[in-house]
């Protein structure tokens, strides 16, 4: 094979990865703009990411948001486009050590996780570079992507 198939081949497969959904160019391009939110005034941190789908579910798609302040911190994942019904789970990772691992409902395609300090619930204290996984009813995994 010579150097322009093999360009071409490699442009291909690139263009294939991110036609499907699949993340893998992630590593490579890093995260896209709309991706990344670190703000705040001083002593807040707010942290966001967008869920990329996997090939259990294709279609599926979500975004989990962080942020803590001095009188409260607060944490969400929304999922949509989900084709698997019922009780998926949550969890929150740093460094493959499991911090949280919250059951979300998923309906109609749709589900939410809301948890906030002001309510009661406990809120890990998360960072860039958290990894936010969904899993559904099946246990599969369907979401997945990292706190910017």
Excluded: W
């Excluded at 979500?62 to 009780?87: C, L, N």
């Excluded at 589900?111 to 619930?121: I, K």
């Amino acid at each position: 094979m010579n150097k322009v198939s093999a360009s071409y081949l490699t442009c291909a497969l690139l263009c294939c990865c991110v036609l499907l959904g699949t993340g893998c160019t992630d590593q490579l391009a890093g995260p896209a703009a709309s991706d990344v939110t670190v703000a705040g005034k001083a002593g807040e941190v707010k942290l966001e990411g967008r869920l990329r789908a996997t090939f259990a579910d294709p279609l599926a798609s979500g975004k989990a948001k962080f942020e803590m302040r001095s009188d409260r911190t607060r944490f969400s994942t929304e999922v949509q486009d989900v084709s698997t019904a019922g009780r998926g789970t949550v969890h929150l990772s740093r460094g493959g050590a499991v911090m949280l691992h919250e059951a979300i409902t998923i309906a109609l395609g749709f589900g939410d996780l809301n948890r906030d300090t002001r309510d009661g619930d406990a809120v890990p204290e998360l960072a860039a570079g958290d990894l936010v996984e969904v899993f559904n009813a099946d246990g599969a995994l369907i979401l997945s992507g990292l706190l910017h």
